[in-house]
T-cell receptor, first 113, second 112 residues
Framework: NAGVTQTPKFRVLKTGQSMTLLCAQD?????MYWYRQDPGMGLRLIHY???????AKGEVPDGYNVSRLKKQNFLLGLESAAPSQTSVYFC????????????FGPGTRLLVL | SQQGEEDPQALSIQEGENATMNCSYK?????LQWYRQNSGRGLVHLIL?????REKHSGRLRVTLDTSKKSSSLLITASRAADTASYFC????????????FGKGTKLTVNP
């Protein structure tokens, strides 16, 4: 089992460019999450999904969109990147019931110039 | 909004010593979780303690939960250099949500 994987590992963008971060899990988990981690801020939830075809906003959703077309994949999109989106992005997944253990990917470092 | 908050923010100890980290939270919970993050890596789940449990052990880890004080502690006994990492507590958001809220973490350094 690969667990939770994320691509790419590192990316540099210019302001205004767009990109998609891919998260994949092979554990048949229902729930998937996107977080960002900034120094001194801990983890903040961007968007999450409770099943295929569903998405919901988290704590800091502005500037991001997500899609969950397949149960195993959760995509995070930045339509027009801004320097404030420079961060480390983590994907996680979990199995019902709610509020249980989350399994994290290795992260994607994004630098927006 | 912040639910769990770890204390201290940073802790430096010698190998072989015990390390204790604390977490306080604001609302009622059905479980509390601790995670570890090595530098540059993703978070790894360590232990989950349910609201009806007071203490739980896993190897050199001991977690306690005091729901009356809304606090939890993580004890790492006989620490090793490999325990150097950031440790986070996490709780489900109020309302029995599928979402977890993470604290800002305690950065533990274990000196050889």
């Amino acid at each position: 089992n690969a667990g939770v994987t994320q691509t790419p590992k590192f990316r540099v963008l210019k302001t205004g460019q767009s990109m998609t971060l891919l998260c994949a899990q092979d554990m048949n988990h229902e729930y998937m999450y996107w977080y960002r981690q900034d120094p001194g801020m801990g983890l903040r939830l961007i968007h999450y999904s409770v099943g295929e075809g569903t998405t919901a906003k988290g704590e800091v959703p502005d500037g991001y969109n997500v899609s969950r077309l397949k149960k195993q994949n959760f995509l995070l999109g930045l339509e027009s990147a801004a320097p404030s989106q420079t961060s480390v992005y983590f994907c996680a997944s979990s199995y019902p019931p709610v509020g249980e253990t989350q399994y994290f990917g290795p992260g994607t470092r994004l630098l927006v110039l | 909004s912040q639910q769990g908050e770890e204390d201290p923010q940073a802790l430096s100890i010698q190998e072989g010593e015990n390390a204790t980290m604390n977490c306080s939270y604001k609302t009622s919970i059905n479980n509390l979780q601790w995670y570890r993050q090595n530098s540059g890596r993703g978070l790894v789940h360590l232990i989950l303690i349910r609201s009806n449990e007071r203490e739980k052990h896993s190897g050199r880890l001991r977690v306690t939960l005091d729901t009356s004080k809304k606090s939890s502690s993580l004890l790492i006994t006989a620490s090793r250099a490999a325990d150097t990492a950031s440790y986070f507590c996490a709780t489900p958001t109020q309302g029995g949500s599928e979402k977890l809220v993470f604290g800002k973490g305690t950065k533990l350094t274990v000196n050889p």
